[in-house]
């Protein structure tokens, strides 16, 4: 009776929707790569890449077979190459960094022929407040604007030297700085059309508070200086959430219009200090199946790199969740799939040059809520992924290869 009950559910289970939406296809049906009909629509896609699936064989298989860039969750960010104990011993008084870990990742990347999306130099969220203290202890007061200005300068340009230096043309582009526009009139003030973060969730910016309001545009300046120095062809861009929708969109043409009039050349005309908007593709509801799979998502997708390449800009995706939280509705969410990537693939041509030159792919995986990964769940949601749990390939992937395949 038992064996009966067990193949009784075994059976259950291989037809259940989500068994129905693992691809049939052999891993070498795949060809050509993802990655060349995506340089054919005139863009790299990736996948983003954390410390642990360094160890997931099967993950990193996939992503040097079928991709060409990737992106680091977390490693080169700010608060996590920051190293307190080395800043405070520092001789010429500027920030120090430990790069062990982002080398790790970098260097994989390098060896596979993966390029890297450098993120992120500037963030307010999580950044370390000794930073902005007199001999980088929170303890002490909080430095001048000249000395923070300094170690803003000096970090990175230290930052974009060690990568390049270490790694030549690996990391191809950076995110200067990341989601500095706020969402409430809380959040921002009044009249302010580049909508400048002034809090996130209550909590101060720090950057903005201690440094002042231009130090968006700093931070492109000391980018740019950096990039120059060393003559590397490095793309600077701009990243933030919801850019798809009109109010975001109408603010960054706001921001990259002050980025670039900030400084001028020898010459003195303005210096193109900014190259690129970075639109993080998280799509549909935030934890809940409300606004998922809309083909709205699409149109607003569309309008927004139309109006960015208006501005002179490149546009990547840079953090995209197709989100769907239904399990009913896994075909519905490969032929959103489908129908998103039809519209990136031709968007170029529809625009006579290649503005959109990334898609970043960052709800990678489907995700089952629990206690400690809720924030990850409603991010990248339950039934969003493009590959199982268990990094079965799902029939989303395989909607998007057919979408770029066009022969």
Known sequence: MLLCLLLAAALALAVSPAGAEISSRPREAYHPPLRE???????????????????????LDLLSGQ?????????????????????QHSEDGMPRMNYTLADRMVSWAAEHGLGIRGHVLVWDAYMLDWFFHEGYDSAKPVASREVLLSRLESYITQVVTHFEEKYPSTVYCWDVVNEAMGDSAADTLAGDPALLRITRSGAPNLFYQYIGRDYVEYSFLYARNAVEALGADIRLFYNDYNMLYPAKRAAAKALVEKINSFAMDGAGQPRKLIDGIGMQGYMGGYGEQAGCLSDDLIANTKASIEAFAALGMEVHITEMALRNFDESRLADHADFYGKMFRMLGSINQALGRDVLTCVTIWGVSDVTPNAWNTYRWKLNSTFGGILTEQGEIKTAFDAMYDALKTD
């Open 37 to 59: 009909l995506a340089k054919a629509a005139g863009f790299r896609i990736g996948l983003c890449i954390s410390p642990d699936q360094l160890k997931d064989t099967a993950f």
């Open 67 to 87: 991709f060409n860039t990737t992106t680091c969750t977390n490693e080169t960010k700010a608060y996590y190459l920051l190293d307190q104990y080395a800043c």
